[in-house]
């Protein structure tokens, strides 16, 4: 197969951003399906993707034929309608986080996918494919400073938009935190608990950010989150990671230094299209590499399985105050 | 008064760099007597100070006369007998932390000093005397960045000795960000919490390092606190304070950076000595003018009986593994 | 054109490297053919490119057909006889720096290239793609810190092979100073003068390294070039600028930090394929991208012109300690 | 001697600093005279220091007796004759740079020296008791990264009054890299050369700022100076020490970071009173303790002379735009 023909499903904020990067950035891939029910944004799209055909469902995408495979940029709770007929076709899918809202419907796309009898499903956690993380993983595998005891992790934006509620500072950010936190370990998130920081005066109404959020896992390892999403000052994400014999710090924004006006400074990022833009790029390449040789190359859905758990664990630790532990079901011999 | 005559009371580790630092460094003071029942401890003590005196034990001292001011460097168990001579001898006394070991002996010592009918006591809790966390909190101060909502505290040292036990985590080291915390953010500590990170394999059997400590001051901020006490690669204090706009980082080490063998290095601190060399000096500098003054210029013994009752929190949360408040008397009037 | 088919000339060091490039990570263009008369380098080079068919020249490769465009990567004695052929079919092509190896020659690729009435040569200046150089291009641009006055610059590797000689210090390394000086400020290299360094004992005999080179620009901003090819601890080209209202600087190292062994410290590059990897990937894609339309999108066969006559007056400065201007020819009204 | 009586000769900017250093950070020492001819300067002096006497002349307040050393704070043209009779008083002297402002002057205080038999004057370079450049010297002797290859200096001030002018870039600024470069490489300057940087239009008229001054030693290490004296963002002073193996940098400024409004920013110093504070600090202090032991412990009156011959050297490169060799005398035998 010379080039993937990937039909892309959903045309809006990270939808159109992929398209353009399958167009220009991705090697051995083209966008031949944009999926999107909205007139306004499919053509939208088209224009940066001239070769592909709009179809408004997935259903009349697959009858269509023509398509290799399948990214799903749509808000999760639209994930499962997608996943079940393309599943159901044998087509392989880069779903974005999260697989679905819920453990429950989850657990339905790992059984779906079992019942393919082939992995099909690779999830969007896209800072595994982040340098950063991967140096710091390569450091904890060959125990170079010791064994891991501690995480120490910062998640900030400079803002969110007044839609944004408590509830998504889990299911929405810490998700990739109870993600990456289990990538460096190796171990499940066994419990979530969360406390308050004192309140930032600027948020909308009702909207209590900053949290901390502790992650223990399966291991013993404690991983704080600070979990901050309207800190003004820029988009930070960075990992502290304590060992036995040392520290290793990820996240550090890089760039020219100036001297100006009484400061040395260097540029901040001010979005994760910024800080993330080179991850994005490695976990569309290294999809559509795997994708030609039959095989994923990234979390799967099992792994998208687990992070719904934990992330209600984590919803009820923000609404209880309590440490609450997460419950999986028993993985399936399938994911090993 | 020209020259502060100071006599200092134990010459072990901490009394003799005093003693040094007194005699080498600080203007307008000199070590009058050396007060150590250890007769070795105590000539080697006045090799530094030719001219001091040597005498087992407070009141031979004060009976002997010719001393201005008191500086306590015994171990917290010995402060009150040597602080209630001293303060009946009106005598100004910078006294090591902790105050006392408990906040029942704490509130004595207020009691007596509130008895004298002037401050003579001052707290030797020197992080408040670093520039770091002298910048950090004109920043606080200032509103620069918004209000402050939480801290992040590191304090990790390469190793401690077999004798040092689980409970000295909090008495003899969280106990300094007790106060600092307090210190930066105007507003006592309401509760502590206590976290197991990863054991460090590296540990004596029986204890449990490194811990993750949570504290909440009145004022709703929380600070974590990673109390890392045998992390071997060095000695390191350091605080990162999230307000509403911004971030600000203080105690990353500095000095001459070198390119060598393929990584560029600095060399980090390997012991509270080098780190808080020049707090050492600043707040015994600025003990001495202020004591010339008659007054004092520091943490106070309302200060020390705070961090007290703080402690005791602590190694209830650390035994229970539960949050637990801290119980405070009233501020004395004298204090305001 | 959906995919430009490219002819690889060259499947040595550099060569072999844009073949791997150009088949896995740059979009619309394919290995075509591979030009390389040694049977055992150009066999290697067909693994990498199974679909790309070996010519031993470049003509027969021409007279073949199937090629879009050429990228010549043998060393610069060699690529007169390539360039000739390329132009006189019309084929767009990138050029390995330098153009050629002196003034005289260069000015002949000029010609050739004014003759066919269209720009198709781009030199393989890559530094102009890094970010690092790209950022300070744009500060010195918008004046933000006022006019550039002077330039620190340092081209440093851990070591060279024995072949490597006096004169390569000039035309193989300071070249790329003297392009990217030249981009930064936008004005030709008006004098070059080299001083001593005192000479790295390490060095093999005869070969006198490290040199100071000073670059003067027409428009009056002074640049030193620190050239040092055998300093061991790694790879580092950095560049710092010094303007009327501050200073900015490009090329320090970045990644993760680590505490170990009592120092902070971060992993520096240890190659050039390392640090600039980014940047050829970005030459490579644009000029892709510019070839489908008909242009070219970097340095021209005129910089390299300027390049090769610059360098022309760096080896008559390295040879006689003198202070010695670069003469140029008047530059063609084709290139305005 | 308990403590070193000190007449401070003249109370301008650096004498008021060095009376208000005396009385409050140095121990050991007091300053028992002030020595100005101006009333308004002297007696705002004494405000520091009450238990002074003032004096109009340096004869005078030899003849009055009291005095156990002198520190001398006028400008350089005016140091001989308070140097003369301090010498002949058999008093020891801390002469701020330059020790006169020629090399025949400095020559004939050699010689005055000399005379008295003993070692009495010491020259204020005080960056060699700064913190950096002593680190610097300790890795260049212990030869831990190989030899010293070469030295890039940069010198920066935020700006100058209008009455600074071109020769005191050499004579007032460039002297300190000529002191320390000497002192760091244990070589004095063989040869200076002085190249154009493009002329900062900030500048009033006639003066040429910045400028690159090029020092050999005459151990064949090369340093290159950047002298600028308007930069606005700041006050720098740094070095980077290009070794066999590594490089090694100091002077990069410290203390607490902040993430705010899109940038990680740390403050730089804005004069040398902050950046080289704790260096005249540690020169008075060392001074102090040698003077009282009978020793200088500091650069001596033949370093003194060494930089009066090389600024000489270097102010006819200024004026030819030639490369000068200095002339040094043969070093007195007293000397070793």
Redesign the interface.
């Given at each position: 197969m010379s080039e993937l023909r990937i039909a892309v499903v959903g045309a809006g904020l990270m939808g159109s951003d992929h398209i353009i990067r399958i167009?220009?950035?991705?090697?051995g891939a083209s966008v031949a399906a944009v999926v999107e029910p909205d007139e306004g944004r499919a053509k939208a799209a088209l224009a940066e993707a001239p070769e592909a055909v709009w179809f408004p469902n997935i259903e009349a995408a697959i009858a269509a034929g023509g398509i290799d495979a399948v990214l799903i940029a749509t808000p999760g709770q639209f994930h499962e309608p997608v996943l079940l007929p393309a599943l159901a076709a044998g087509l392989p899918i880069l779903c974005e986080k999260p697989l679905t809202p819920d453990s429950a419907s989850s657990m339905r796309m790992v059984e779906a996918e079992v019942a393919t009898g082939k992995q099909l499903i690779q999830v969007g956690f896209m800072r595994r494919f982040d340098?950063?993380y991967q140096?710091?993983k390569e450091?904890i595998s060959s125990n170079g400073?010791?064994?891991?005891?501690?995480l120490?992790c910062?998640h900030?934006n400079p803002e969110v938009p007044e839609s944004y509620h408590n509830d998504m500072l889990i299911f929405d950010s810490v998700v990739h935190e109870i993600d990456i936190v289990r990538f460096l370990t190796d171990s499940p998130i066994k419990s979530v608990e969360v406390?308050?920081?004192?309140?930032?005066?600027?948020n909308h109404e009702g909207f209590n950010d900053?949290i901390?959020v502790?992650l223990t896992t399966q291991?013993?390892?404690?991983a704080?989150v600070?979990m901050?999403v309207?800190?003004?000052?820029?988009y930070?994400v960075k990992t502290e990671a304590?060992?036995?014999?040392?520290?290793?710090?990820?996240g550090?924004?890089?760039?020219?230094?100036?001297?100006?006006?009484?400061?040395?400074?260097?540029?901040?990022h001010?979005s994760f299209k910024t800080r993330f833009a080179a991850a994005y790029d490695a976990q569309i390449q290294r999809w559509v590499n795997a994708t030609k040789r039959g095989e994923i190359d990234g979390p799967s859905a099992w792994d998208g399985y687990l992070a719904a758990a934990a992330v209600e664990a984590g919803l009820e630790a923000l609404h209880t105050g309590q440490r609450v532990d997460a419950n999986y079901a028993s993985k399936p011999a399938f994911y090993n």
């Open positions: 167009e220009n950035r991705i090697v340098a950063g140096s710091l450091l400073q010791g064994e891991l005891l501690g120490h910062a900030r406390k308050a920081m004192k309140r930032n005066s600027n900053p901390l502790l291991s013993d390892v404690l704080t600070e901050n309207s800190v003004k000052f820029g930070q304590v060992f036995e014999n040392g520290i290793a710090e990820i550090r924004t890089s760039g020219m230094n100036t001297w100006f006006e009484g400061q040395i400074g260097t540029a901040e001010m």
